[in-house]
Structures are given as C-alpha cells and as structure tokens.
C-alpha cells in the first residue's frame, strides 16, 4: 500500500531537491512569510512527488516545480491580505517615552527572512548577490501592494528572468496578458518605492565594521554612541508593536528610554537577513525566546 508519508525514490530526489531554497525564496516573496513559505514549498514539493511518474518533460524539472508553487502561492494568497510593517499602518510615533501601541489583531505582518535559508556560503557569489538584492525587505513591503497575479509574473520575469512565453504557459494565459500585467506591476512597483529604499550589501566591508560599532554601543547601552552611528533618516520598527519611529534623534530617544537598560543586558551578534546586515539578540533573564532581526539603519 503506497502513502503520502512514503519516502520519494532517488530519482525524484536528484532531480528535484536542487531547486528547494530557491523554491523557498520564490514563495517568500509571493507571500511576505517564512512559515507560509516553508509550508508551500512542502505542499510543492508533495504534489510534485504524487504526479512525478506522470511528468513529460515538456519543460524543465525546474520550470514545472515553479509552476506547482507559484499557483500554489496564487491559491494561498486569496485567502489572505497583504502583509505589512508598522510604516505600513499609519504616521510614525512622536513621543518615544509613550507606550508602544498594540496593533489590531488581524493585522498580517511582514516575516523576516535568515540570508542563510535561501543563499548558502557555497553558493556562486554573483548568483547570491542577486538572490540577496532581491530579497531585500524594502521590496518585500512594496510587493504588498501588487495583487497575487502582478506579484507572480513580475517575479518570474524580473526575478528569474522566465522568458514571457514561458511564464504564460506556467501561469495558463496569453504572452499578451503576461506583457500587460508586467506593465501594471512595474508601474504600480514605481509608486511604491523608493530610492531611499535602496539597501548596500552585506559583505562590504565597511557595513560589517559599522555593525560591530553598533552592536558594541548596544551592548554598553550608550544612547550617544548610537545616535553617532545611525544615518539621518533611521526608521525604528518593532512588529508586533503598531508603534514606529522615523528620524535619529527620536529613534534614539526611544532606545534609550525604553529598549537599552543597563550595559551588558543585551545579548547581540552579527545577523545577515533580506541581503542587508544586521544584528540578532536576546535580553538576558528574558526567557530564551528566538532572537529578532534588526536591519541596519
């Protein structure tokens, strides 16, 4: 008797499981959401299985996973609004001394994403870094205000650069209302965002050293030292809090307010997440819970 727990065969293994991270940072950006997306790669990855004797070869094992999530995703994302960041709900706070407001209940928030989860060290540099500029959060948010279908063909075509012929047999449309659609996403993408938007690099150097000066200031809990290291137009956000905060100066006045404490309560180290870097932690005597990702500012 064959079930779903049975263990696929080696061959589906070998041809398949190559394609699992970067099947996963597909689905993260369709949807904004680590768990989601680890769950529709798997649903991905079971449907694949459970049709894998019947699949033809009319487009590559790669093509036709990216078919499976993608309308998987699409499925997904008519039962959900969009995901969002604390910017994303209102004006930025004025009094950092306030406490933070709590957010309605069904709101959806955006998930930060590891570097490591989609972009191994192993991997090729060039192919990384793209990968990475693609999964900065700046964008994640803008593509919230695509709707599922804009979402997906811009992905496909823009991201993994799919020729339009090949995205409309995937998505079982015309190339025209593929062109059409990409039009729409670009424009709707262009009112979005930014250049203010625009993330360096995590493996620059003088980023990396940076981080180290905030992650000691954080540790001394000096207020000063980090008002010193933070670019003008810092934005605090702390989901799952509504509360934010644009500008250094009030930014800083919050930290030291309400975040920093005493030297040496914080627990940080270097984090890299949505190809930016970072710092991940833990208050200590605070329970051990997962540690945040803070993007540099």
Known sequence: MTTTSALPDAEFIRRTQPYRRELLAHCYRMLGSVHDAEDLVQE??????????????????????????????????????RRVLPSGLGAPGTDPSAPPMAAAADVRWLQPLPDALVTPESADPAGVAVARDSLRLALIACLQHLNGRQRAVLLLRDVLGLPAAEVADLLDTSTAAVKSTLQRARAR???????????????????????????????????A?????????????????????????????????????????????PAAGHGEVGAGGDKRGKGGGNPGFGGGG
């Open 44 to 81: 991905t990855y079971l449907r694949a299985w459970r049709s894998f004797d019947t699949f033809e070869g009319r487009s590559s094992v790669r093509t036709w996973l990216y078919r499976i999530a993608t309308n998987a995703c699409l499925s997904a994302l008519g039962h959900h609004g």
């Open 189 to 223: 993408l262009a009112e979005v965002s930014s250049a203010a938007e625009q993330a360096m690099a995590p493996s620059e150097p003088g980023q990396r050293a940076l981080l180290e000066e905030y992650l000691i200031a954080f540790r001394r809990a000096d207020p």
């Open 225 to 269: 030292a980090i008002e010193r290291l933070l670019h003008r137009d810092a934005v605090l956000e702390m989901p799952p809090s509504g509360t934010w905060f644009a500008g250094k100066r009030t930014c800083v006045d919050y930290l030291a307010q309400q975040v920093l404490g005493t030297p040496g309560e914080w627990m940080l180290f």
